[in-house]
């Protein structure tokens, strides 16, 4: 989903910036306690704080046609 349309669907309303144990910052909504996880919550990654993240958010069609070698 386009940056855009994510904020005008409500998707950032709450929101935060994390470290994800790979080192990357990522804004991520979170979605509530996993059913019989002992506290663990589960979440949405919104957007990745890095370079192939940010490409990979605003040019989603661009990214899946040079996979398939179309592009």
């Given at each position: ?23 990357t910052y990522c ?45």
């Amino acid at each position: 989903m386009h940056p855009v349309a994510m904020i005008s669907a409500g998707y950032v309303k709450a929101f935060k910036l994390v470290q994800m144990s790979d080192g990357t910052y990522c804004f991520i909504r979170d979605l509530g306690l996993v059913k019989g996880g002992r506290g663990l919550r589960h979440h949405e990654n919104l957007l990745t704080l890095s370079v192939r993240g940010l490409i990979a958010k605003l040019f989603p069609l661009e990214q899946f046609k040079a996979r398939l070698g179309l592009g």
